[in-house]
């Protein structure tokens, strides 16, 4: 993955040079770059006025000084021809500099892709604020829908719990729920108590679990 790149600024360049501003796309916070001169039109500023004295000596005194102001007019019109590339070139790695510079202070949100100030970025979730504020809603709500979803699993299984505790009736055979101390069809009694200790036992139950009473 290449490195990102700030969509967001200003550009401030002029003939003598290049320079940046970046803002914070939340609070709106100025970062300035520093100017870079341009090489390439300082040397065209300085091969003109080298051309234009020496043409004029040229016109006044004639000969020779004329001859050499006209080779310097040549060589500042191909300076002229070849600087544009050279400074789209030089603006091109001014830029490139300055936007290593901004990005010391500018981090970019991994959900929204946007530049944000320290003041504006969560540093720790790598988000700007809004997001990470987002974001953190979204995970408590993430979380009370688990949360729901357990509690609803944990009802569902002690429904089945209750559920499989349900006995059988002795005599007809029908599901009787726990609890119940005769069975809801034929009355049969679902439980045999103790003579001896009182302990209730299920009616299958020939002897008291408890003491070791023979039940009736």
């Known amino acids: 993955m290449g490195k990102f790149r700030i969509g967001s600024y200003e550009d401030l360049s002029n003939e003598r040079g290049f320079q940046f501003e970046f803002k ?9 770059s520093d100017f870079d001169r341009s090489e390439t039109r300082i040397l065209k500023k300085t091969n003109e006025s080298v051309g234009k004295v020496a043409s004029f000596l040229g016109n006044l005194f ?6 050499v102001g006209s080779a310097i007019d ?14 789209d070139d030089e603006k091109k790695k001014a830029f490139e500099k300055a ?6 202070s500018l981090k970019r949100c991994k959900k929204c892709g946007r530049w944000f100030c320290e003041e504006c970025y969560d540093a720790e979730a ?13 995970e408590e709500k993430r979380r009370a829908e688990e949360e729901a979803e357990k509690e ?3 009802r569902e299984e002690e429904q089945r719990r209750r559920e499989a505790k349900k006995r059988v009736c002795h005599k007809c055979h029908e599901f009787v729920p726990e609890g119940m101390r005769f069975c809801g069809i034929c ?3 679902m439980i045999k108590v103790c003579p001896s200790c009182g302990a209730e036992n299920e009616p299958r ?11 009736k």
């Open 152 to 154: 609803e699993r944990e």
């Open 187 to 189: 009355g049969a009694p």
């Open 24 to 32: 914070c796309d939340g609070c709106g916070r100025v970062f300035r």
């Open 74 to 87: 040549s060589g500042t019109g191909l300076v002229s021809d070849v600087s544009g590339d050279r400074y």
């Open 99 to 104: 936007e290593d510079w901004a990005q010391e």
């Open 205 to 215: 139950m020939n002897f008291c679990t408890e003491c070791g009473t023979r039940l």
């Open 126 to 138: 790598e988000m700007c604020s809004p997001c990470a504020e987002e974001e953190k809603a979204e």
């Open 62 to 67: 004639g000969g020779k000084v004329s001859t």
